[in-house]
Each structure stands twice: as structure tokens, then as C-alpha cells.
T-cell receptor
Framework: EAGVVQSPRYKIIEKKQPVAFWCNPISGHNTLYWYLQNLGQGPELLIRYENEEAVDDSQLPKDRFSAERLKGVDSTLKIQPAELGDSAVYLC????????????FGEGSRLTVL | KQEVTQIPAALSVPEGENLVLNCSFTDSAIYNLQWFRQDPGKGLTSLLLIQSSQREQTSGRLNASLDKSSGRSTLYIAASQPGDSATYLCAVGPQEYGNKLVFGAGTILRVKS
């Protein structure tokens, strides 16, 4: 069974440019998460989707960040415009329709803003 | 607000040594606690998941314990190997929704051959 797939793995952009990250969750997983991981820190939740609905986006900086999960499968996280402080790893995770705490993570998208 | 702390921040041990990683959390009203492993440049791999009603979980050379009342968990690694070198992250899921994990900053483990 394929795991959570993310792309691109690495992205280098100049500040003020836009960037987008894509995530394909494990088949059958209705819950999808975007986490932000700064260097030397644990991941922090940005947004959680149940199917196509964003049920928890309280930590998403809505002035420059946006996300969507059309049709309740793939998801895209966008930053526009990017700032130097956005340099981090953006992790996508998914979980099956049971509240067990079992999350499956992708390998992440590493963003460098110059 | 739940806060998760991991001690030590980094650990270097010779191969074959038994070791303990510590995790503490401020709010004992948790649904579960999970230990993850993260290799450099990679995502997170779940190692052990302990539900709030459980005291410990074991997988191979790994044993994780949970003392919810004191807000502590430990990950015990027996007979460490160089392949165990990675960052180990502890995460807790709150009672209202166990999947909304709050992570610690991790312990960087290096096992020397």
C-alpha cells in the first residue's frame, strides 16, 4: 500500500514569491493534516481536514497561507507571498476514520526562502 | 494549553547500551501518547501508540510506558544499535480528539559503533 505522498520534496524561492505544496493521502484515509516543522522543533498543526471540510484551521496564518482539499482526497497548501520565516519543512499526514491517534506522515516538503 | 517537553535534547551512547528517553506533558487529560522516529530529511514513523487506559506498549527492543497522572512517559531502547540513530519525538493526543497531536521538540540519539 502506498504511503502519504508529498511534492515537491525541496523548494527554494525568493521572498515574496508564491509556493504550493501537494499531498496525496493514503487511500481510504478521510482525515488529512498539514504540519509545520521548524528546525530542531516538533511539528505543529496548521490545518486538519475531515473529508473536504477544514475542521481545524486555527493555527493557519490566513493572511498568507491557504489550503484546499477538493473532492476530499488530494490537498494543496499555498503560501503567498512567502517570507524568510516560512523556511521550514511542511509535513502532510493522514489517518483512517477512527479516533485512535494513529497518523501516517509523508516525507515532507522542505522550503527555503531566500 | 498542552506543552510537551523531552529530555535530554541530545544523547550519544556506545552501541549495546540500554537507554531511556523521557517525555513530560502538562495536561494529564490525554486520549493517547505516541512515540515517533524521524530520520534526517524524512517524515515521521510511528513506533508505539499508548492509549490513555494503558500503562505500556512493547515492540521488539522498544518499550514505552505511560504515567498519565504524573504527566510522564518513557521510551526504553534495549541493546542500542547504530541503526537506532535518529530523532525520537513524543506526541500526545487530547481527550476531545486523540488525533490532534501535540509534539515535543524531540531527542536526537546517536549510537556509536
Amino acid at each position: 500500500e502506498a504511503g502519504v505522498v508529498q511534492s515537491p520534496r525541496y523548494k527554494i524561492i525568493e521572498k515574496k514569491q508564491p509556493v504550493a505544496f501537494w499531498c496525496n493521502p493514503i487511500s481510504g484515509h478521510n482525515t488529512l493534516y498539514w504540519y509545520l516543522q521548524n528546525l530542531g522543533q516538533g511539528p505543529e498543526l496548521l490545518i486538519r481536514y475531515e473529508n473536504e471540510e477544514a475542521v481545524d484551521d486555527s493555527q493557519l496564518p490566513k493572511d498568507r497561507f491557504s489550503a484546499e482539499r477538493l473532492k476530499g482526497v488530494d490537498s494543496t497548501l499555498k503560501i503567498q507571498p512567502a517570507e524568510l520565516g516560512d523556511s521550514a519543512v511542511y509535513l502532510c499526514a493522514s489517518s483512517p476514520p477512527l479516533n485512535t491517534g494513529e497518523l501516517f506522515f509523508g516525507e515532507g516538503s522542505r522550503l527555503t526562502v531566500l | 494549553k498542552q506543552e510537551v517537553t523531552q529530555i535530554p535534547a541530545a544523547l550519544s551512547v556506545p552501541e549495546g547500551e540500554n537507554l531511556v528517553l523521557n517525555c513530560s506533558f502538562t495536561d494529564s487529560a490525554i486520549y493517547n501518547l505516541q512515540w515517533f522516529r524521524q530520520d534526517p530529511g524524512k517524515g515521521l514513523t510511528s513506533l508505539l501508540l499508548i492509549q490513555s487506559s494503558q500503562r505500556e506498549q512493547t515492540s521488539g527492543r522498544l518499550n514505552a510506558s505511560l504515567d498519565k497522572s504524573s504527566g510522564r512517559s518513557t521510551l526504553y531502547i534495549a541493546a542500542s544499535q547504530p541503526g537506532d540513530s535518529a530523532t525520537y519525538l513524543c506526541a500526545v493526543g487530547p481527550q476531545e480528539y486523540g488525533n490532534k497531536l501535540v509534539f515535543g521538540a524531540g531527542t536526537i540519539l546517536r549510537v556509536k559503533s
